[in-house]
């Protein structure tokens, strides 16, 4: 994810990086509360689940080594999901103000994070679904099957004919804007470039590959591990040999 982030921009996600540790069942993130920072999972499992309108939280499947957490709210400013550990995890965290200020700073570092993220095109899926008061019969697999037919529309880029255009975050001022609403050529270009000097995201997919998913996994009628490590590669942040695990200390 970091590959092409430069040296500078490292350093400064690297300054406050500190490894942690979550028990079974401890949240990394909460559904309504913004994420504590992001976070490279270097063992474990975390739980994805998305909070709906009628209460039921829809699991999303798992984070695992490797995979990141948090940049889409950073990036958005929404506190789409809550993520629990489903085994004992350790991850890589760097504080929410340090990885805001990177990315705020650093071209290098929001060109590398111009792209959409699993788990914003599940929310603003699942937003726009329900929205019309409709469900599928597998909206896990729905949303898996569309993830790579997602495209990241920044200020200035124009829509596609024939697309589905929905807006992501941040939101303006006075906005109101909510992620998942379905914008227009015309509502897109009179939109600000960006907000408290984040860009602007909408997220973009054609109808009829859209249409096609939604036939294939079924429309339901209208509804009322490993060892932690001193580095990681690829756009890496360097961990000091003394650097252990601490217990994380986020919300219960």
Not at 43 to 54: M, S, V, Y
């Amino acid at each position: 994810l970091l590959e092409g982030v430069d040296a500078e921009a490292i350093e400064a996600l690297s300054l406050r990086a500190e490894l942690v540790e979550l028990p079974v069942g401890k949240p990394f993130q909460r559904a309504g509360q913004l994420p504590p920072g992001v976070a490279l999972v270097v063992e474990g499992r975390l739980r994805r689940l998305l909070q709906r309108p009628d209460g039921a939280p829809l699991s999303l499947g798992h984070h695992g080594p490797g995979d990141w957490l948090g940049w889409a709210g950073v990036l958005r400013g929404e506190p789409d999901l809550t993520l629990t550990a489903s085994e004992r995890s350790v991850l890589l965290r760097v504080p929410f103000q340090d990885a805001l200020a990177a990315v705020q700073r650093h071209a290098s570092l929001r060109r590398a994070l111009a792209l959409p993220f699993a788990d914003e095109a599940a929310v603003l899926l699942f937003a726009l679904l329900d929205a019309s008061g409709r469900r599928v019969d597998d909206p896990r697999q729905l949303a898996d099957a569309l993830a790579p037919h997602w495209t990241l529309l920044s200020a200035g880029s124009p829509c596609s004919a024939g697309g589905r255009l929905l807006f992501s975050g941040p939101r303006p001022a006075g906005s109101e804007l909510e992620p998942g609403l379905p914008l227009d050529a015309v509502d897109w270009a009179a939109l600000p470039g960006e907000v408290n000097g984040l860009p602007l995201r909408a997220l973009q997919i054609s109808d009829p590959r859209l249409s096609e998913a939604l036939g294939e996994f079924g429309m339901a009628e209208p509804a009322p591990a490993q060892a932690p490590v001193e580095a990681v590669a690829g756009g890496s942040l360097a961990l000091r040999p003394e650097q252990r695990p601490v217990l994380f200390d986020g919300g219960e």
